[in-house]
């Protein structure tokens, strides 16, 4: 019996699944416009029959696409609607003045649980289908604070009450859904967005923001709870069974009528979330790989990383579309609209324009500059192209005989190689003349050159010193910095330049270009170590 209750039988199922997706049929014929309309008149209201009448009056108040229907068509129409499967036919008394009257009004229409839902889902598509859903990520703070405070109560002595365990498990479910319903229509958009290649600069930096700010976010609030929530579940996951048989005996809802109607009237029960041991596991496997096959979370993360690689490739695409190699989708698009809306005769113009399908004058070889031709010209009257021999005889332009020779570069070369040996002498006589003038700065006017690698190798020194704080009790100097290791060279000039610190110390650099007061600092500049093996010089400071 358990067997046959998990593997049933293949036609009924098959069946019934060809019933219910013809419901979806009256959304795809050709009076679909119409046959919305009739179904929002029987959502707008709950457990109510209609007839033809009925069903008229409030069309024509709509003002719809189904207002101009007579009666005649329009009770064609709510029969085809009874075989699809989305109206059901509902027998009432019946008053009426005249036979014709008595039929139009003896058969009364009410909906169907499928075609309801089948609307309701149609509606919420065509009001929000191309938008972008924020997702819910506050409700996952929810989720895991519900399943701790579960968990707690669950844990205590003697147990959670029944009716506050229902009313917590309830909660929980209602905020998972949405949260991950909303993570599957926000990913869904993103995907539609990304499968284009023919975004605009204004719209790539707008989605771009949108990946680096809205997406991570997201992805990092996921990335945080998930091991939380993963942990909290593995702790209730004991008591779980138990929890839910409470639950059933507190309330049964449905399943408890489900026992006496189940073979009369083939009743099936679909319970609220969170009533079966399948949902806790489908909450489970969403936020922990519980089957092998990943959670619900890895999935999250590598359609980001995909989201990501999508938008490099867009950046790459506008990158190159400076050497024309760009999408021309938004202009194929609109010369497909000027094809389908112009005349046979506008057709021919608009193709002969957009490809150059011209007669056979276009034989590859440009005409004078001066003798530019418009393109509505006839080959009979124009004039005539003088055509290259090689072209005439051969079909092709390719030239022959030797190739030219290389264009020589080695004049540029020399210039190039002498400007950078002036540089580096300048920088060698800017390091000399820092040596000389080491230790008589205030008496002594630098170039511009040496002031300028004095100034690079201060900057080098400052950034790879280590500060100490003074802590020698009694002096002035306590509570004050001092500088370590304040040290930098350049051992291709061989020079070293150390810099001190030194309360009241101040340095003055004069040079043509001004004059730069460092305050409480005192400036050596030495031979370095590698220029004194090479005997570049002798220290001086």
């Given amino acids: ?50 007839a033809v009448p009925d069903v008229l009056a409030k069309l024509t108040d709509s003002g719809g696409p189904a207002s101009g229907l007579d009666a005649e068509t329009l ?17 009432h008394t019946v008053k009426a003045s005249s036979i014709t009257e008595y039929q139009r009004a003896r058969s009364r229409y009410q909906l169907s649980k499928l075609g309801e839902r089948i609307q309701r889902d149609a509606d919420e598509v065509l009001a929000g289908a191309d938008a972008a859903r924020e997702v819910s990520s506050e409700l996952l703070a929810l989720v895991e604070r519900g399943l701790r405070e579960l968990t707690r109560l669950v844990q205590e002595p003697g147990g959670v009450e029944a009716q506050d365990a229902l009313e917590r498990v309830s909660t929980i479910f209602v905020q998972f859904t949405e949260f991950a319903d909303s993570v599957r229509d926000f990913y869904a958009y993103l995907g539609q967005v990304l499968a284009r290649y023919d975004l605009d600069s204004a719209e790539y930096h707008g989605f771009k923001e949108l990946l680096l700010d809205y997406v991570e976010a997201i992805t990092e609030d996921v990335s945080f709870r998930a091991p939380r929530i993963a942990a909290v579940l593995s702790s209730l996951w004991p008591q779980l069974p138990d929890l839910l048989d409470r639950l059933d005996t507190h309330s049964r809802g449905l399943a408890g009528a489900k026992a006496g109607l189940e073979g009369e009237a083939g009743i099936r029960v679909q319970r609220s979330r969170g009533r079966e041991m399948t949902d806790w596991e489908a909450l489970r496997g969403w936020f922990s790989d519980a089957d092998g096959q990943g959670s619900q979370v890895d999935h999250l993360r590598d359609a980001t990383l995909r989201a990501l690689q999508s938008l490099l490739a867009n950046a790459k ?14 202009d194929l698009l609109r010369l497909a609209r000027w094809f389908d809306e112009a005349a046979p ?66 004049q540029q070369k020399r210039r190039l190689q002498q400007a950078a040996r002036d540089r580096a002498a300048a920088r060698r006589a800017a390091s000399e003349e820092l040596r000389s003038a080491s230790g008589r700065f205030a ?24 500060l100490r704080r003074n802590q020698g009790p009694g002096t002035n100097q306590a509570g004050t910095f001092a500088l370590d290791a304040a040290q930098s060279e350049d051992a291709e000039l061989g020079i070293r330049l150390t810099v001190r ?32 093996g090479q005997g570049a010089g002798v220290s001086v400071s």
Avoid at 368 to 373: F, G, I, L, R, S
Avoid at 503 to 532: I, K, N, P, Q, Y
Wanted: glycine share 6%; net charge negative.
């Fill in 317 to 330: 695409r506008m990158l190159r579309s400076a050497s024309g190699e760009m999408s021309r989708r938004k």
């Fill in 345 to 410: 005769a506008e057709a021919h113009d608009i193709a002969v324009a957009a490809f150059g399908l011209y007669s056979a004058r276009h034989l590859g070889v440009p005409p004078a500059t001066d003798e530019a031709v418009p393109a509505y010209t006839s080959w009979w009257t124009g004039p005539v192209v003088e055509v290259p021999v090689a072209l005439r005889e051969r079909g092709n332009r390719a030239q022959r005989g030797r190739a030219s020779a290389v264009e020589d570069h080695s």
């Fill in 1 to 50: 019996m358990e067997e046959s209750a998990q593997v049933p039988p293949a036609e009924p199922d098959r069946g019934e699944a060809w019933q219910r997706l013809t419901a979806y049929s009256y959304l795809s014929a050709p009076e679909r416009l119409e046959h919305v309309a009739i179904m929002r008149v029987f959502c707008a209201t709950l457990l109510a029959d209609m």
């Fill in 75 to 91: 009770a064609v129409r709510l029969e085809q609607l009874v075989r699809w499967g989305n109206l059901l036919r509902s027998s």
């Fill in 443 to 466: 008496q002594v006017r630098l170039t511009s050159a040496a002031l300028a690698l004095l100034l690079e190798l201060l900057a080098t020194a400052l950034g790879n010193a280590q």
């Fill in 501 to 532: 610190r030194i309360a009241g110390a101040d340095t003055v650099l004069h040079s043509v270009d001004g004059e730069l007061l460092l305050d409480d600092l005192e400036l050596s500049v030495e031979s370095s170590t590698a220029a004194e």
